[in-house]
T-cell receptor, first 114, second 115 residues
Framework: DQQVKQNSPSLSVQEGRISILNCDYT??????FLWYKKYPAEGPTFLIS?????DKNEDGRFTVFLNKSAKHLSLHIVPSQPGDSAVYFC?????????????FGAGTRLFVKA | DTGVSQNPRHKITKRGQNVTFRCDPI?????LYWYRQTLGQGPEFLTY????????KSRLLSDRFSAERPKGSFSTLEIQRTEQGDSAMYLC?????????????FGNGTRLTVT
């Protein structure tokens, strides 16, 4: 039972353009959502998060949008840079930011072409 | 803050052998997690400690798996009688509830190959 789904295994974008990574979830009890980025041979690193009481959170080139009614969130990267090439995991927790069990999607591999 | 440290980075073992992995979390983090990641999948939750107490175990954690955090600092994950299906990346993470957003801080993992 996949509670967090990332249906696009990979995405290729030209440098300078927008990257949009999508994520759907099924558990309506999730109230905090995070994006992690992973380079090869490294563990995932936290990128950006959003609480379910918000519909947008922005941090520099990264913006996360949350549509609770559709149980959908997306990560926008503008402008995309070659160093953004990595695997991006969508994740969700219950119990807010302090929720102990974080559920991850399968990841989307982003390729940013120079 | 040197980050979360995991040892060894790679482990190759024969089926039926026991293996043990170690995780040293960020020093002020009282929460410690173990996750498993297989090819093409995201990290899957295995277990969670708050200080030395193991508060949650996934049903993925069969009775061949045991985790400890004896003094609330480092943790070990032992797999007994390894099977080929145990081959995966084992990730440790830690967090501090007082940190903004309380994200997980992951180590670089231990890659287990069971032959």
């Amino acid at each position: 039972d996949q509670q967090v789904k990332q249906n696009s295994p990979s995405l290729s974008v030209q440098e300078g353009r927008i990257s949009i990574l999508n994520c759907d979830y099924t558990n309506s009890m999730f109230d905090y959502f995070l994006w992690y980025k992973k380079y090869p041979a490294e563990g995932p690193t936290f990128l950006i998060s959003i609480s379910s009481i918000k519909d947008k959170n922005e941090d520099g080139r990264f913006t996360v949008f949350l549509n609770k009614s559709a149980k959908h969130l997306s990560l926008h990267i503008v402008p995309s840079q070659p160093g953004d090439s990595a695997v991006y995991f969508c994740a969700a927790t219950e119990g807010g930011a302090g929720g102990f069990k974080t559920i991850f999607g399968a990841g989307t591999r982003l390729f940013v072409k120079a | 803050d040197t980050g979360v440290s995991q040892n060894p980075r790679h482990k190759i073992t024969k089926r039926g052998q026991n293996v043990t992995f170690r995780c040293d979390p960020i020093s002020e983090h009282n929460r410690l997690y173990w996750y498993r990641q297989t090819l093409g999948q995201g990290p899957e939750f295995l277990t969670y400690f708050q200080n030395e107490a193991q508060l949650e175990k996934s049903r993925l954690l069969s009775d061949r798996f045991s985790a400890e955090r004896p003094k609330g600092s480092f943790s070990t994950l032992e797999i007994q009688r390894t099977e080929q299906g145990d081959s995966a990346m084992y990730l440790c993470a830690s967090s501090y509830p007082g940190e903004r957003n309380s994200p997980l801080h992951f180590g670089n993992g231990t890659r287990l190959t069971v032959t």
